[in-house]
């Protein structure tokens, strides 16, 4: 039997974020999740939103973790991940209005994320919603030690470090950055979207 990676992380953030998506999404049918990690977000929010059509990605290598915590919930608006690597793959599906993402902006290198940022622009429809999870810098400053502490993990790591939110608006263009909500843990959800 495989066993079920698990994040302690999204154990902890899967509700104050569902709070969020609930209200964001209340109009959203068919949603692209970017890096869908270890499966949990997309197991517990699915049953709970369930007039959405959630699509899980990521790399290979994440993909058995995904399926398992996927077998675990019987619901029929939750699907199988798709092979999904920034700069990599091409973008896996057609006719979403929403996108989510968790914790994966400051993994990627600064050109990957710049490049999904753009890839969600030139795959949302006019009006579609992108929802933008995890730790982020304003105008230069971290919002907190704990923050500038992980950043410096990250960048030993190798991965791209945190984003500042005045870039990502650049890149995103033209998504709108219409919302942004505090989250648990210096956290934030940036609600984008699409304008025209």
């Known amino acids: 039997m495989f066993d079920k990676p698990f994040s302690q992380a999204c154990e902890n953030n899967k ?23 270890t499966g949990q977000h997309a197991a517990f929010f699915a049953p709970r939103l369930t007039h959405l059509q959630w699509h899980t990605s990521d790399m290979p290598h994440n993909h058995g973790g995904i399926k398992a915590w996927i077998e675990d919930v019987s619901v029929n608006n939750l699907f199988q991940p798709m092979s999904f690597t920034i700069g990599i793959n091409d973008w896996p599906l057609g006719h979403i209005d929403a996108v989510y993402t968790a914790n994966t902006t400051h993994i990627m290198q600064p050109s990957e994320a710049q490049l999904m940022m ?15 999870y995890g730790p982020y810098n304003f105008q230069g400053q971290y ?20 984003r500042d939110i005045d870039e990502l608006i650049h890149w995103a263009k033209p998504l709108t950055l ?7 843990a210096n956290n934030f959800m940036l609600i984008w979207q699409k304008t025209n």
């Open 15 to 37: 509700q104050p974020i569902l709070d969020v998506l609930n209200r964001v999404l209340a109009s959203s049918k068919k949603l692209l999740e970017i890096g869908s990690g």
């Open 178 to 184: 219409i919302e942004r909500v505090s989250m648990p």
């Open 118 to 132: 753009k890839l969600v622009a030139d795959n949302l429809p006019a009006g579609g919603i992108f929802c933008q």
């Open 143 to 162: 919002t907190s030690e704990s923050n500038a502490a992980f950043d410096e993990h990250l960048n030993e790591q190798g991965c791209g470090g945190i």
